[in-house]
């Protein structure tokens, strides 16, 4: 084959993958719009009248906004006391599973002890019982520990994960055993290991848990309306959001408002460790 005939086949080539490169960006682009247009439609809608949000064809850029349901929501509906109890609970929720996963799982997968596998049999049923089994059990267990009325009745009967645990085990047993025994014989004790070795290396797998948890503690809806039912201080933003849907002020722009500033926090915590989920998900992928 001639040079001339190699750069032509080369060109080809190049060709093929810039087209290949743009069909894929293409199709990401599209399933972006698809999933961003809700989510668009709601802020838009949200900064429209009454009369404008039920208007067809729709609007789909407000040319005079409303920024008034905001401060109905925010102040008037309750949001930002709402919003904070919403903090405080997942902050709870996510500071004690994420310790009490890394201590079961860190045990799992580096010690022996009676009954272990019994335990984590266990464990992984738990992940086939629904919540709606346990609730009347955790309900039970709250008012025994007269816990009714506060934070911790929201946040004590989730500060134990079965899929922390689960996900946490798998990523250290894919650490090598010898680089823990170097580090014990380097006076390295399981503790000091666990913080300063194992848990940087699976930080990738942690980032994705806490995402996890924080998006299931933040929305959790059933137990705050169960326990929240008539104390109103400790409502948590879910059931603020469904005080406004339910008529208590006017107009859909205000529920729309108050949506959109509830999804605020997590859009921002998927920015911020969209990196380390994609090394978790992607972790293995290529050898």
């Given at each position: 084959?001639?040079?001339?005939?190699?750069?032509?086949?080369?060109?080809?080539?190049?060709?093929?993958?810039?087209?290949?490169?743009?069909?894929?960006?293409?199709?990401?682009?599209?399933?972006?719009?698809?999933?961003?247009?809700?989510?668009?439609?709601?802020?838009?809608?949200?900064?429209?009248?009454?009369?404008?949000?039920?208007?067809?064809?729709?609007?789909?850029?407000?040319?005079?906004?409303?920024?008034?349901?905001?401060?109905?929501?925010?102040?008037?509906?309750h949001l930002s006391t709402y919003m904070w109890n919403s903090?405080?609970?997942?902050?709870?929720?996510?500071?004690?599973?994420?310790?009490?996963?890394?201590?079961?799982?860190?045990?799992?997968?580096?010690?022996?002890?009676?009954?272990?596998?019994?335990?984590?049999?266990?464990?992984?049923?738990?992940?086939?019982?629904?919540?709606?089994?346990?609730?009347?059990?955790?309900?039970?267990?709250?008012?025994?520990?007269?816990?009714?009325?506060?934070?911790?009745?929201?946040?004590?009967?989730?500060?134990?994960?079965?899929?922390?645990?689960?996900?946490?085990?798998?990523?250290?047993?894919?650490?090598?055993?010898?680089?823990?025994?170097?580090?014990?014989?380097?006076?390295?004790?399981?503790?000091?290991?666990?913080?300063?070795?194992?848990?940087?290396?699976?930080?990738?797998?942690?980032?994705?848990?806490?995402?996890?948890?924080?998006?299931?503690?933040?929305?959790?809806?059933?137990?705050?309306?169960?326990?929240?039912?008539?104390?109103?201080?400790?409502?948590?933003?879910?059931?603020?959001?469904?005080?406004?849907?339910?008529?208590?002020?006017?107009?859909?722009?205000?529920?729309?408002?108050?949506?959109?500033?509830?999804?605020?926090?997590?859009?921002?915590?998927?920015?911020?460790?969209?990196?380390?989920?994609?090394?978790?998900?992607?972790?293995?992928?290529?050898?």
């Open positions: 084959m001639q040079p001339r005939d190699h750069a032509l086949l080369a060109r080809k080539q190049q060709r093929k993958r810039r087209l290949a490169t743009l069909g894929s960006y293409a199709i990401l682009t599209l399933g972006a719009l698809i999933v961003l247009f809700p989510l668009y439609m709601a802020v838009v809608s949200s900064l429209l009248t009454t009369k404008q949000i039920g208007q067809q064809p729709p609007v789909f850029f407000p040319t005079n906004p409303q920024w008034h349901a905001y401060k109905a929501a925010f102040i008037g509906g903090v405080i609970q997942t902050t709870e929720i996510v500071v004690g599973s994420v310790l009490t996963s890394l201590a079961a799982a860190y045990a799992f997968a580096s010690f022996s002890f009676p009954f272990k596998r019994v335990l984590w049999a266990i464990i992984l049923g738990t992940l086939l019982v629904p919540f709606e089994v346990t609730i009347v059990t955790n309900y039970k267990t709250v008012e025994q520990l007269h816990l009714l009325g506060s934070m911790w009745a929201l946040t004590i009967p989730f500060m134990c994960s079965a899929v922390g645990i689960f996900l946490l085990r798998q990523a250290f047993l894919g650490i090598p055993q010898e680089m823990r025994e170097a580090a014990l014989l380097d006076g390295c004790g399981p503790i000091r290991y666990l913080f300063r070795v194992a848990v940087p290396l699976v930080r990738p797998q942690l980032a994705a848990f806490t995402v996890i948890a924080v998006l299931g503690a933040w929305n959790q809806y059933l137990w705050p309306l169960l326990l929240t039912s008539n104390d109103e201080a400790h409502r948590t933003l879910q059931i603020g959001l469904k005080a406004l849907n339910a008529g208590t002020f006017e107009g859909y722009g205000t529920v729309l408002a108050g949506a959109v500033i509830a999804s605020i926090p997590m859009l921002l915590l998927m920015v911020v460790f969209n990196k380390q989920l994609v090394r978790s998900l992607t972790g293995g992928a290529v050898k």
